[in-house]
Antibody, heavy 117, light 111 residues
Framework: EVQLVESGGGLVQPGGSLRLSCAASGFTFSSYWMSWVRQAPGKGLEWVAN????????YYVDSVRGRFTISRDYAKNSLSLQMNSLRAEDTAVYYC??????????WGQGTLVTVSS | QSALTQPASVSGSPGQSITISCTGTSSDVGGYNYVSWYQQHPGKAPKLMIY???NRPSGVSNRFSGSKSGNTASLTISGLQAEDEADYFC???????????FGGGTKLTVL
């Protein structure tokens, strides 16, 4: 059974940093692109970033490029999102998702990031 | 403001059919057959219901179907059931710098 479990969310002040993690199991982690998608309170979904199977390609939404870094750890079957220079508008539930072709077929339960003073 | 436009809400009675639209541009919905639909119950993770415009993942009821015409994709749910009450989001690949775009979501109410 495919499982994605996010962790690392919390309350952080504007300008601060946070690192999210996603533990993957039930599939061959190294065979899939992986994504982060976020959802601000009461709002729609927004794709944030994704990373290729071997980590050689990474893509970001314009609003986070240069502040967020996506990475993966094959030994731990883990996906990460390092978030720096956080802003109030980054407040959201962050979901880890497995990319399959041109869709995201499995999602985690999400972790809440709140940026506030 | 979301890149793809969906109605804020739709409703239907049990047993009826409803259709949710998702309108984009030639840079996303109209340019690629890579539209997906997700179901999200309150406080839960999104669940993939339709991918590549009209394909259903294993385990998804055949009451759910997808289609596309021009820049507009549609999700149809037939034989509405109480459990279908949820938010539905569309998504598409985009040729713009934001590779993936989503709709703002549609709240389905089963009356």
């Amino acid at each position: 059974e495919v499982q994605l479990v996010e962790s690392g969310g919390g309350l952080v002040q504007p300008g601060g940093s946070l690192r999210l993690s996603c533990a993957a199991s039930g599939f061959t982690f190294s065979s899939y692109w992986m994504s982060w998608v976020r959802q601000a309170p009461g709002k729609g979904l927004e794709w944030v970033a994704n990373i290729k199977q071997d980590g050689s390609e990474k893509y970001y939404v314009d609003s986070v490029r240069g502040r967020f870094t996506i990475s993966r750890d094959y030994a731990k079957n883990s996906l990460s999102l390092q978030m720096n220079s956080l802003r109030a508008e980054d407040t959201a539930v962050y979901y880890c998702a497995r990319d399959h072709g041109f869709t995201r077929d499995y999602w985690g339960q999400g972790t809440l990031v709140t940026v506030s003073s | 403001q979301s890149a793809l436009t969906q109605p804020a809400s739709v409703s239907g009675s049990p047993g009826q059919s409803i259709t949710i639209s998702c309108t984009g541009t030639s840079s996303d919905v109209g340019g690629y057959n890579y539209v997906s639909w997700y179901q999200q119950h309150p406080g839960k993770a999104p669940k993939l219901m339709i991918y590549d415009v009209s394909n259903r993942p294993s385990g998804v009821s055949n009451r759910f179907s997808g289609s596309k015409s021009g820049n507009t994709a549609s999700l149809t749910i037939s034989g509405l059931q109480a459990e279908d009450e949820a938010d539905y989001f569309c998504s598409s690949y985009s040729s713009r710098s934001t590779h993936w775009v989503f709709g703002g979501g549609t709240k389905l109410t089963v009356l």
